[in-house]
């Protein structure tokens, strides 16, 4: 029990490791949270690229290349690519 009320004197370094165990604390903080963010980053840069190709259905380049195009064709074509967009988001999660 008396090491308890004994006189301590503070070390030489105290300060120094003092400042350096906080920063390896903030530090490792900080670390722990990139891998979790890089790996949503990851998931959600593979539905990004794949999702617009997949929406349009290449219909733009359709439309681009016919030389007539009828009102009832675009407005198919609009609703079909709709259609693929919502199905495309309603896509369940994990």
């Not at 070390?11 to 990139?34: K, N, P, Q, T």
Request: net charge neutral; with cysteine; proline share 6%.
């Amino acid at each position: 029990m008396s090491v308890y009320f004994n006189d301590h004197s503070i070390e030489a370094g105290h300060a120094r490791r003092s400042l350096r165990a906080g920063a390896v604390v903030v530090g490792a903080r900080g670390a722990d949270y990139i891998p979790e963010d890089y790996g949503l980053v990851a998931m959600v840069s593979a539905i990004t690229v794949f999702a617009p190709p997949l929406v349009g259905l290449g219909t733009p380049d359709a439309v681009v290349q016919r030389a007539r195009i009828t009102e009832k064709e675009i407005s198919a074509l609009f609703w079909i690519s709709a259609a693929v967009g919502c199905s495309a988001a309603r896509l369940p999660g994990p």
